[in-house]
């Protein structure tokens, strides 16, 4: 078996047929498809045991645990020589594992990460490239791959130059096994998957960087109050401190300091855009001002701003970091109604 998907399911009756016909349109033949039903309360359980009929797919049912919990289910019941995640929301290109699958064999990578699409809910697309040529790292060149998922350079233009997710990218399996690389739980740290490949990375001995885009990352605007959590930041600092310390163990501060400030503001700018958002869209009763407020006074946000060249920053990031740093509650609310109502786009981040 060569690769295995594995797709966490949860309450996605409306959108998983869309999901599986893609990925039983794939390419690559010598694959398994490894449905785990995280306790769904609609019909999607019913939907993977009819899946469940088809040749090369498997269907496991569980107690609602999380994301991270599912996707350890699979892994645990994967058989394939590579780990692919898909969540049930998106969608691929047909020939995405196949191309993925042969990088890695070609190029002997533990590990293949490639770009992938914005989907928003008016049928726009939107291209995230990772890189614009196929690019493969080894030895401690792979330490760079692991700060450009952490963060990027200030004036990058993505956050994170290779992103945070788990999804649009192959794992060899023997490493996860080897290793006991797992997910936590959602439940006791934001952003799992950045802790999955900061893991996953510290082990691989080499990497490859490819510039498809056919992963459909898929927002969904009427998912906004699920999604909202009035403690987000305060997870993201978390986040961001456990990230600090993974880092501090392998790297001088001066190697990983520029990277890792880059995370913990764009947390914050993220953060404070939800929080804007929800109030507008969801809840008018919502205290905007002091939520927008206790983020902009957060002693590691101010820490972490100091010295940071905000000024390197593209354009709007740029002025988001200095009122950020300048603790300007209400020029900040103002900035994002202005960028909601003139420049949207994504809600939606890994």
Same mark, same amino acid.
């Given at each position: 078996?060569?690769v295995?998907?594995?797709?966490?399911?949860?309450?996605?009756?409306?959108?998983?047929?869309?999901?599986?016909? /893609?990925?039983?349109?794939?390419?690559?033949?010598?694959?398994?498809?490894?449905?785990?039903d995280?306790?769904?309360?609609?019909?999607?359980?019913?939907?993977?045991?009819?899946?469940?009929?088809?040749?090369?797919?498997?269907?496991?049912?569980?107690?609602?645990?999380?994301?991270?919990?599912?996707?350890?289910?699979?892994?645990?019941a994967?058989?394939?020589?590579y780990?692919?995640?898909?969540?049930?929301?998106?969608?691929?290109?047909?020939?995405?594992?196949?191309?993925?699958?042969?990088?890695?064999?070609?190029?002997?990578?533990d590990i293949?990460?490639?770009?992938?699409?914005?989907?928003?809910?008016?049928?726009?697309?939107?291209?995230?490239?990772?890189?614009d040529?196929?690019?493969?790292?080894?030895?401690?060149?792979?330490?760079?791959?692991?700060?450009?998922?952490?963060?990027?350079?200030?004036?990058?233009?993505?956050? /994170?130059?290779?992103?945070?997710?788990?999804?649009?990218?192959?794992?060899?399996?023997?490493?996860?096994?080897?290793?006991?690389?797992?997910?936590?739980?959602?439940?006791?740290?934001?952003?799992?998957?950045?802790?999955?490949?900061?893991?996953?990375?510290?082990?691989?001995?080499?990497?490859?960087?490819?510039?498809?885009?056919?992963?459909?990352?898929?927002?969904?605007?009427? /998912?906004?109050?699920?999604r909202?959590?009035?403690?987000?930041?305060?997870?993201?600092?978390?986040?961001?401190?456990?990230?600090?310390?993974?880092?501090?163990?392998?790297?001088?501060?001066?190697?990983?300091?520029?990277?890792?400030?880059?995370?913990?503001?764009?947390r914050?700018?993220?953060?404070?855009?939800?929080?804007?958002?929800?109030?507008?869209?969801?809840?008018?009763?919502?205290?905007?001002?002091?939520?927008?407020?206790?983020?902009?006074?957060?002693?590691?946000?101010?820490?972490?701003?100091?010295?940071?060249?905000?000024?390197?920053?593209?354009?709007?990031q740029?002025?988001?970091?200095?009122?950020?740093?300048?603790?300007?509650?209400?020029?900040?609310?103002?900035?994002?109604?202005?960028?909601?109502?003139?420049?949207?786009?994504?809600?939606?981040?890994?």
């Amino acid at each position: 078996m060569k690769v295995s998907i594995i797709v966490p399911v949860y309450n996605v009756e409306k959108y998983l047929k869309r999901c599986m016909e /893609s990925l039983l349109a794939q390419t690559l033949q010598e694959k398994e498809i490894i449905l785990v039903d995280d306790g769904s309360a609609d019909g999607s359980g019913a939907m993977c045991d009819a899946y469940a009929e088809l040749p090369g797919v498997k269907v496991i049912h569980q107690e609602n645990a999380g994301l991270g919990m599912a996707r350890n289910t699979g892994m645990a019941a994967a058989g394939g020589e590579y780990i692919m995640f898909v969540d049930s929301d998106d969608y691929v290109g047909r020939e995405l594992t196949e191309h993925l699958y042969q990088v890695c064999e070609k190029q002997g990578a533990d590990i293949c990460i490639s770009g992938f699409r914005m989907v928003y809910p008016d049928g726009r697309q939107k291209a995230r490239p990772c890189v614009d040529k196929t690019q493969v790292f080894t030895g401690r060149d792979v330490r760079q791959v692991l700060l450009n998922t952490v963060g990027a350079l200030p004036e990058d233009a993505l956050d /994170s130059k290779y992103g945070a997710t788990a999804c649009a990218r192959l794992y060899r399996r023997k490493i996860v096994r080897d290793f006991g690389i797992r997910f936590l739980s959602e439940r006791e740290m934001i952003s799992e998957d950045l802790l999955f490949n900061l893991a996953f990375l510290s082990h691989a001995g080499r990497a490859a960087v490819i510039t498809d885009t056919a992963y459909f990352y898929c927002t969904n605007e009427n /998912s906004l109050s699920k999604r909202h959590r009035g403690d987000r930041f305060a997870q993201d600092c978390k986040l961001a401190l456990a990230v600090r310390e993974i880092l501090a163990a392998d790297f001088e501060e001066q190697e990983f300091t520029i990277y890792w400030k880059r995370l913990l503001t764009s947390r914050a700018r993220f953060d404070m855009i939800q929080e804007v958002v929800y109030h507008d869209r969801v809840d008018r009763q919502y205290p905007l001002r002091a939520s927008i407020s206790t983020i902009v006074h957060n002693e590691v946000l101010q820490e972490a701003l100091r010295d940071y060249p905000w000024y390197k920053l593209p354009g709007m990031q740029g002025i988001f970091a200095f009122m950020m740093k300048r603790k300007q509650t209400g020029f900040l609310i103002w900035l994002i109604r202005i960028k909601q109502r003139f420049m949207p786009g994504n809600q939606k981040m890994g």
